[in-house]
């Protein structure tokens, strides 16, 4: 039996044979080739934490770090370094700096002076991303950190973190608002967003002139 087939346009293709009518045949459905997840990282507990502060324009926010001394090993004094990446609301980082703590060690920030007050590039910022990565001193100065040197074989455990921020209550006329503290957010660290952070960071301290290096890490919680 002779068969007849053309291509019609991108619709398929149009058989007829000498016993039937004319039947479209349609091309395979493509298989749509999956996107790749970022292999999560096997860090420990703390080394990788988040919070979100706002409304920076009505006052300011502050958080607090502590070290719970979980890096505490025979010929390990258990200090750790807090490195702190601020971002702003469109994920751009404008600063970054890191903080040696000590075990039981109590350490804090200001959002608007010590984050705000020096970014690399001037904007007006509400709210932003604070990220913190905690990992191990240079092992030849303790207390000796930079936050453009984080990497997957010096994570440490033992970071807490805890944040302040405010909130509006719409509520009220004119609106108040109110301070509350949370701790921060411990999300799934890949291997991607590692290597981002630091290299994010280490633009900043190679091209920002001093600008995008944030102040901070003193003794003592507000």
């Known amino acids: 039996m002779k068969k007849i087939s053309f291509l019609v346009a991108v619709l398929g293709i149009f058989s007829l044979s000498s ?20 292999a999560p990282l096997n860090a420990p507990e703390g080394a990788f934490q988040v919070h979100t502060f706002a409304n920076l324009d009505i006052g300011d926010s502050y958080f607090n770090l502590t070290n ?5 090993a025979s010929g390990n004094n258990g200090n750790i370094c807090a490195n702190v990446y601020a971002l702003s609301a469109d994920d751009t980082m404008f600063a970054c700096c890191a903080c040696s703590i000590t075990p039981d060690q109590l350490r804090t920030y200001s959002v608007v002076t010590d984050l705000l007050g020096n970014p690399l ?11 913190l990565v905690a990992s191990t001193p240079n092992p030849k100065n303790s ?6 040197s ?16 405010l909130h509006a209550n719409s509520t009220t006329t004119p609106t108040t608002y109110a301070v509350t503290e949370q701790e921060f957010s411990y999300p799934t660290l890949s291997t991607t967003e590692l290597n981002n952070l ?25």
């Open 143 to 148: 207390t000796s950190c930079n936050a453009s």
């Open 121 to 131: 590039t001037m904007a007006m910022r509400t709210s932003i991303v604070v990220k």
């Open 198 to 222: 630091a290299s994010q960071c280490h633009q900043i301290q190679t091209t920002g002139m001093g600008s995008g290096i944030c102040s901070g890490c003193l003794q003592g919680g507000r």
């Open 68 to 72: 719970g001394g979980s890096s505490i």
């Open 19 to 38: 016993s039937s009518a004319w039947s479209l045949v349609l091309p395979p459905t493509p298989v749509a080739t999956p996107v790749p997840t970022p």
């Open 150 to 165: 984080p990497t997957t074989s010096n994570l440490a455990p033992g970071l807490v973190a805890w944040g302040s921020n």
